[in-house]
């Protein structure tokens, strides 16, 4: 029923080309078909047609306070209005805020959207309410509009939440959230043509079924900073050396993949069979916490910090040169110890004032979900040229691919962060005196609870 609502919706937008493309004189396609009979289909025709004018268009990502989130400009409607949405692969759904929206926290968004100075927005009704609710606990309530989008030199028509209640927490210059899933059915209260990588697909106006994603590690606190790139309907060979290893995707959630092997300082950790969603939209990576405290156990000086006043936060060493690595099939991803101890997140031992830092492997508590499949996000991400292929095996869900960053060789080195180039935390909330795995002292504890600690990193995976 799921698979008939897409093909339904699939069909309507070949069709409406169709039309169009007819309308321009493409009409002596019966007569071709004589000639050759594998194009008898008008359908086929139509989308060989449309192929020679497919695109492939590049757009160059900000991080968002050392990697927090990334973002791309995409403009909705006519003129383009411009928004630096965070891409996320972990949810369907592109929303930006109502330019009437009211309250406090929608005034905390820079850019917001008028229909009513667009004359190509109209309002969606058949797409129901937009209500979505996100890993993280942040949520959005809206409604839906369509409307062309602008992104890079592509130029489509989609679907767009126009959020009227905000309940979200966006770094400042974030202004919503552009959805990249590659849905093969229907999920609750999601409409089927919101995400815009099936309708892209559907409507053949890329070059290939693909999104090519280089996420940049910076180190900046600054809120925008050159931050990588981001290719649709093709790669950047640029970016990669070698080839590109595709792993299936499983077929129950989008952008999920089965977990060969974890390992720590090249030793495996014991984890049972697991899929992980590849989600740009989470900072770190969430976990179940069995997994974290395996993973976080075998870092030399991890300490869990089980006594702060309302919350359990695994906390690591800043410096360090444990590497901690994921395997998918046949392809290695290996995160750098000054990537997974997250530089921004930090904490003081006040009797030794040696610095610790919040593990990216982190597991849910406070308002976070806890979800079946893992979560993980950037701080894996950035250290592989990452491809969402929607054209091979589509109908099960497509592949992830991923291969060697260029110039790896020059970023994966145990690098270490010191000094003023962190984001200042705020005054201590908390003081745990309990000592934890043998480390000595009690920690000064920015963020007493791992909720808090999620909170500056972020997970926007749809729930
Ligand atoms: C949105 O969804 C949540 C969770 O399902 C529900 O509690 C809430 O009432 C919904 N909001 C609206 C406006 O429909
Ligand atoms: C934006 O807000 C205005 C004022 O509340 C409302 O009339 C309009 O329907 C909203 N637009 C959308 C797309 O929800
Ligand atoms: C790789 O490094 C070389 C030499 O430093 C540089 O010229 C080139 O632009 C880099 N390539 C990328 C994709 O960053
Ligand atoms: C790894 O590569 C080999 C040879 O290319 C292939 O036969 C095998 O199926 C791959 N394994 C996985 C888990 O993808
Ligand atoms: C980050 O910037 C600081 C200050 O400029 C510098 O000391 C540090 O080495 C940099 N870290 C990395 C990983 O490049």
């Known amino acids: 029923m799921l698979v008939t609502t897409f093909l339904a919706a699939s069909l309507g937008l070949a069709c409406s080309i169709f039309a169009n493309a007819a309308g321009t004189g493409v009409v002596t396609v019966p007569m071709k078909a004589l000639v050759r009979p594998e194009h008898q289909n008008a359908i086929s025709l139509t989308k060989r047609y449309l192929q020679r004018r497919s695109s492939t268009s590049t757009s160059s990502l900000k991080s968002v306070a050392q990697d927090v989130m990334y973002t791309v400009t995409l403009g909705i409607g006519t003129p383009p209005q411009l928004f630096n949405l965070a891409i996320d692969t972990g949810s369907p759904i592109t929303w930006v805020v109502n330019k009437t929206c009211s309250g406090d926290s929608c005034a905390d968004i820079f850019n917001r959207f008028d229909c009513l100075s667009s004359p190509t927005c109209k309002s969606s009704p058949n797409s129901g309410i937009l209500n979505a609710s996100y890993v993280s606990g942040d949520g959005v309530v809206g409604d839906y509009v369509t409307d062309i989008f602008s992104l890079g030199s592509l130029s489509f028509s989609s679907l767009a939440g126009i959020v009227n209640s905000y309940n979200a927490q966006l770094p400042p210059t974030v202004d919503g959230i552009m959805g990249l899933w590659y849905t093969i059915r229907q999920y609750k209260k999601i409409p089927s043509n919101a995400a815009f990588l099936n309708v892209l697909k559907d409507s053949d106006a890329l070059t290939q079924p693909l999104v090519g994603i280089w996420l940049d590690e910076t180190n900046s606190t600054s809120l925008t900073t050159p931050g990588g790139e981001i290719t649709f309907g093709g790669v950047d060979p640029s970016r990669f050396t070698g080839g590109i290893t595709y792993v299936d995707c499983d077929p129950s959630a989008p952008w999920t993949i089965p977990v060969g092997s974890v390992s720590v300082n090249g030793k495996k950790i014991a984890?049972?069979?697991?899929?992980?969603?590849?989600?740009?939209?989470?900072?770190?990576?969430?976990?179940?916490?069995?997994?974290?405290?395996?993973?976080?156990?075998?870092?030399?000086?991890?300490?869990?910090?089980?006594?702060?006043?309302?919350?359990?936060?695994?906390?690591?060493?800043?410096?360090?040169?444990?590497?901690?690595?994921?395997?998918?099939g046949n392809f290695t991803a290996t995160i750098p110890y000054h990537i997974f101890a997250i530089q921004n997140i930090r904490y003081k031992d006040i009797e030794t004032g040696a610095l610790y830092c919040a593990s990216s492997a982190m597991f849910a508590t406070g308002s976070v979900s806890v979800i079946s499949n893992w979560l993980l996000g950037d701080t894996l991400i950035k250290n592989v040229y990452t491809v969402f292929d929607f054209g091979t095996n589509a109908e099960t869900g497509g592949r992830v691919g991923f291969a060697e960053l260029t110039n790896k060789s020059s970023t994966i080195v145990n690098k270490v962060t010191t000094g003023g180039a962190n984001i200042e935390v705020d005054e201590p909330i908390g003081l745990s005196k309990d000592r934890g795995n043998g480390a000595s002292g009690g920690f000064l504890v920015p963020y007493t609870t791992q909720a808090l600690a999620l909170a500056s990193t972020v997970v926007f995976a749809l729930i």
């Not at 976990?287 to 030399?300: C, F, G, H, T, Y």
């Not at 991890?302 to 040169?321: M, N, Q, R, Y």
Request: with cysteine; net charge negative; aromatic share 6%.
């Open 271 to 328: 984890v049972t069979s697991a899929l992980a969603t590849i989600d740009t939209g989470t900072s770190a990576m969430l976990l179940p916490e069995v997994v974290s405290d395996a993973i976080n156990s075998a870092i030399p000086r991890s300490v869990k910090l089980t006594e702060s006043a309302d919350g359990i936060v695994w906390i690591i060493p800043c410096e360090g040169d444990t590497p901690v690595s994921f395997t998918f």
